[in-house]
């Protein structure tokens, strides 16, 4: 039994890479993504750890055959925290990004499907949480949480990042509550919770592949501000940490180009890229979208 | 009961939630956290060398803070507290209250952001109106660049303008709201230097903000133009001028209006990341610095300020749109 299921999920995931493979946008800017993380893996596991300790070279060292990004003020090699950066940057997106999307696609699932009170309560949630700025929140409970981890970032990163999945997921759910394969599914005893999963699921991975790309774009943005504010991981290092230093020590007005410049062009890098696949995710779902 | 009694209810209760909602988790988050609110206080303390007296100190400190109380008291006191307006004493300021240093770092963002967000929304607006009226391939490259732009993160622009202008030509100042040995008055010789401070932290500001509203106007004018109204304008023989301002920038511009009003409560909020990389004086910057000494007092405060601010003006705005636009009907959804 467990075999056949295995086979069938396995399928079903092909599927998905298959229609989402039907957007050239999606392809390339998936590509591309990778195509980072691989080299940033590559980087790590050809330089030693020890060249991540301080005091390995001299600091401030320009870019050269030795030092190819260069050095930072504490003699780190530049080249390895920008590789490490972007692991942990894509990291905690991950992380956000899995558990809003998943949180926030129940919370509307059951608010639409069940209606009534259920709806109302988590209606009433989602609004409140909709209209609370949310990158306060963070500042103030990173404030109180000093000396976050990679993962612990990403999880705080995940407490806003349930409201605009449920408010979506539960407009979809209300119209596909209404379909009549849901009603003949009712009939022959299925219970309301397989149903969510098994019937309206299936037709709403787009969307909540939609919202994981946007939650993941969104998670590696505010972890980059909540950094360079100052509220980064302070053992490890990501693209906002990797940012916060430089801006901290005036990098920009003291002419160290090589100290700010490739973290935020990784950023951007980064950020391009998922947005031109978030780009090719909306015109699959909505093909009158098309811009470019 | 009445569709618009219900609807103001409704809102009413979202407003009344979001800030008890909030102001309880601003309560609750520092007695969650394992150890105490105050810890960080001692060390600072006790690294500043102060050996004597400093139990007495923290005693004391906990009665002004009502942390020998049950939480149940503690929270009442902090509700009424807030009421009061009282935000309490800054940490790494100490005899300076809360509120008085927020007074301070507030003309500074208010004046910054007031006036970058009523400039970028006209000039969006402006070019929005132009751009979907005439529409055309340029118009197209436009919003594509704008939707690229309105994405990427405020400060990245913010850094690009510090290294270029700043760095690089030096044009202007490097940091601060005005020049170091001036004293605040109301002269010209300030004015200017003010101006000259804010320049550039203002057109990162404008830049990054005006694509969202070149874009909104756009599409919204795009629409319009397609309705029968503006048809039969054409038909009449209406000069395009006309048509355009009269028939559909007026009909398109009601959501800029209320998007302009609830950015407009931004301003008690700072422009955070702005601030930090031009060193300017405000809310961003306060803010910051408390992050920096571990000032709880200070960042608790200007975060109530700007949640309450923030919800205000959606609350307001909210109650406005059945005024402004007959189209939509209290209730609804």
């Known amino acids: ?292 | 009961m009445s569709a618009t009694a219900k609807y103001l209810i409704e809102r009413f209760t979202i407003y009344l939630l979001t800030i008890f909602v909030s102001f309880t988790i601003i309560f609750l988050v520092p007695r969650l956290v394992p150890g105490d609110p105050l810890a960080v206080f001692y060390d600072r303390l006790r690294e500043a060398g102060a050996m004597q007296g400093v139990e007495q100190m923290i005693e004391e400190y906990k009665r002004m803070l009502g942390l020998d109380k049950d939480i149940f008291t503690q929270y009442v006191s902090y509700i009424y507290s807030l009421l009061r307006g009282d935000l309490g004493y800054s940490i790494g300021n100490f005899p300076a209250k809360v509120s008085d240093m927020i007074m301070e770092a507030l003309p500074w963002s208010i004046g910054l952001l007031s006036m970058t967000t009523i400039l970028s929304w006209l000039i969006g607006t402006l070019l929005g109106a132009i751009s979907g009226w005439r529409g055309g391939r340029l118009s197209r490259v436009f919003s594509i660049a704008a939707l690229f732009l309105s994405n990427l993160p405020y400060y990245v622009l913010a850094i690009l303008l510090v290294f270029v202008f700043a760095y690089t030509l030096r044009w202007f100042p490097y940091s601060g709201g005005y020049s170091v040995g001036m004293t605040p008055r109301l002269s010209l010789d300030f004015v200017l230097d003010v101006m000259w401070h804010s320049f550039l932290p203002a057109l990162s500001i404008i830049l990054s903000s005006l694509t969202w509203w070149y874009l909104s106007m756009r599409s919204m004018v795009a629409t319009v133009k397609g309705e029968d109204f503006v048809v039969f304008a054409e038909a009449k023989g209406l000069p395009q001028r006309e048509i355009m301002w009269n028939y559909a920038v007026k009909n398109a511009i009601l959501p800029q209006v209320t998007g302009l009003a609830l950015s407009m409560s931004r301003i008690f909020v700072g422009a955070l990341i702005t601030e930090v990389i031009f060193g300017y004086p405000g809310l961003g910057t306060l803010m910051v610095t408390g992050i920096r000494t571990l000032d709880y007092f200070l960042i608790q405060g200007t975060i109530l300020l700007s949640i309450f601010a923030v919800a205000t003006a959606t609350f307001l705005v909210e109650l406005t749109y059945p005024l402004l636009d007959p189209r939509i009907r209290y209730g609804g959804g």
């Open chain 1, 1 to 292: 039994m467990s075999g056949t299921k295995g086979i069938r999920k396995y399928r079903n995931i092909v599927k998905v890479l298959a229609f989402l493979r039907r957007n050239n946008k999606v392809t390339y800017g998936v590509i591309a993504y990778l195509a980072a993380l691989l080299l940033s893996a590559f980087v790590l596991v050809a330089y030693s750890p020890r060249s991540k300790v301080v005091g390995y070279a001299d600091p401030l060292l320009p870019p050269s055959p030795q030092h190819l990004l260069g050095t930072d003020i504490l003699g780190r090699e530049l080249l390895v925290l920008l590789a490490e950066s972007v692991i942990n940057s894509t990291v905690i997106g991950l992380i956000a990004a899995t558990i809003g999307t998943l949180a926030g696609s129940l919370i509307g699932f059951l608010s639409g499907y069940y209606g009534g009170k259920v709806d109302y309560v988590s209606r009433l949630f989602t609004d409140v949480f909709l209209s609370v700025p949310s990158l306060l929140f963070l500042i103030l409970i990173s404030s109180l949480v000093r000396a976050v981890t990679i993962v612990q970032m990403g999880l705080l990163i995940a407490l806003f990042a349930w409201p605009w999945p449920a408010r979506q997921v539960r407009a979809q759910a209300l119209s596909l509550k209404e379909r009549e394969f849901i009603y003949l599914s009712e009939l022959s005893g299925e219970s309301k919770l397989e149903i969510i999963i098994r019937e309206m699921m299936p037709h709403m991975i787009p969307w909540m592949t939609a919202n994981f790309v946007n939650a993941f774009i969104s998670a590696i943005l505010t972890e980059a501000e909540l950094s360079i504010l100052g509220l980064g991981p302070q053992t490890e290092m990501t693209l906002g940490m990797l940012l916060w230093w430089p801006l901290n020590n005036a990098a920009i007005y003291r002419g160290l180009w090589w100290w700010w410049a490739p973290p935020l062009i990784a950023l951007i890098y980064l950020f391009f890229t998922l947005y031109v696949v978030q780009l090719g995710i909306t015109e699959i779902i909505n093909p009158r979208s098309r811009v470019v």
